[in-house]
């Protein structure tokens, strides 16, 4: 039996009177589940009967089979319970009046994995915003972090690189759940909404994703395992250069290169800046994406103590070994990047241009990092606030 009771099975085992005479939406996807990998869909549609009545998607898919970003999603009729899901990553991010129109309060079930880009809790936003507006109620079925609550990593977003993958100055590893953060930007930011969380039983900010006893299911096509989630923090850094973050392999962000790789020279950079993993030189080649068929030099992670790992900086380093062993191979990724046409894709990842031209310089990364303590000290002391869990 799991340890840990998700939101989704406290709101079925004691569901709230008030709720009972509502029409539901629900946002979700295939990682919406019970401990018995039944979806919420189903659960919520037989435990008030008649009234779900609309369901929405995010990105990748309500079936979360779009492998990448700005592949979109049409509305569609969900075959097993014959409702309208909107696609709320297709033609529009932001609900319409005509998508809120069929329900009274909106339920929110997916599962975030703790980083600032992973675009869910943006999704989520517009749907905070868009209740606000059309007076509908949100009701979060909070799920863990994965990636656990304790440690936080990373520069906050700066206001000049705001876009669908960082809407607040949050840092990249934020140590909230789902339902905390979305607390945190209706609160502190100002939305306002008439929302709701519904906490986990049995969550502490110690536990890993593996601690929980909970079934994992794939948030996305490219994050197939905890470990994935683990690195992802700083691994998603390659979605902005020509180097394959391993999409197209089975073990995305595990995996990184390139064909252009010497992977002695860039382990020989690392020495000692690898607290908790370690890089195991392979060569792998993927079947889509970045390199597709081409064989790629390049490093599995291997993380050994998550609490001494810290991906985003680990990243930063790895990235900085690459730009300086490689800098007449190795490119940023040219725009466009989840609807942003102009600015570099790296920029709008890192969410602050001014670090990476640091990293170009070669300054070291441990000197970039001491840069953003006081914001990231400031962030910590006004997510605090917002903790549902110990």
């Keep these: 039996m799991s340890k840990v009771q998700t939101g989704l099975e406290r709101l079925i085992k004691a569901p709230p009177n008030w709720l009972k005479q509502k029409r539901i939406g629900l946002l979700s996807n295939p990682a919406s589940v019970n401990t018995r990998l039944c979806h919420a869909g189903v659960i919520i549609n037989q435990r008030f009967p008649g009234k779900l009545t609309a369901l929405y998607s995010p990105q990748h898919g309500y079936f979360a089979e779009k492998q990448d970003n ?31 129109e069929p329900i009274d309060v909106l339920i929110v079930d997916l ?157 020989s950079t690392l020495t000692d800046k690898i607290a908790g993993a370690i890089l195991r030189p392979v060569v792998f080649e993927p079947t889509s994406n970045k390199w597709c068929g081409q064989p790629c030099n390049g490093f599995q992670i291997h993380v050994l103590n998550p609490f001494e790992f810290c991906p985003y900086t680990s990243s930063l380093n790895f990235l900085q070994a690459v730009l300086l062993h490689h800098k007449d191979q190795f490119q940023w990724k040219s725009p466009p990047y989840e609807y942003e046409f102009a600015r570099l894709p790296i920029d709008l990842i890192i969410g602050d241009s001014a670090i990476r031209k640091r990293l170009e310089n070669l300054e070291p990364v441990d000197q970039i990092a001491s840069s953003w303590q006081k914001q990231l000290d400031e962030f910590m002391e006004i997510s605090r606030k917002y903790y549902l869990y110990s």
């Design 70 to 100: 700005m592949m979109e999603s049409d509305h569609m009729i969900d075959p097993a319970l014959a409702l309208p899901v909107y696609s709320l990553y297709g033609k529009t991010r932001i609900p319409t009046a005509e998508m809120l």
């Design 111 to 267: 599962q975030d994995v703790g980083t600032r880009v992973y675009t869910f809790v943006y999704t989520v936003s517009y749907c905070l915003e868009a209740a606000k507006r059309f007076d509908k109620k949100v009701v979060i079925l909070d799920r863990p972090n994965p990636i656990g609550g304790l440690q936080i990593e990373g520069n906050c977003l700066a206001a000049e690189c705001e876009s669908f993958v960082g809407r607040y100055p949050t840092p990249m590893r934020h140590g909230l759940t789902i339902g905390e953060f979305c607390n945190l930007i209706n609160g502190h930011f100002g939305i306002d909404c008439d929302l709701e969380v519904v906490p986990i039983k049995g969550w502490k900010r110690s536990m890993y994703f593996k601690n929980t006893g909970l079934p994992w299911v794939a948030p996305s096509p490219n994050l197939p395992t905890p470990n994935s989630a683990i690195v992802y923090p700083g691994q998603v850094l390659w979605e902005g250069t020509n180097v394959s973050e391993g999409r197209g392999t089975t073990q995305p962000f595990e995996l990184f290169g390139a064909p252009y790789f010497d992977t002695h020279k860039i382990l």
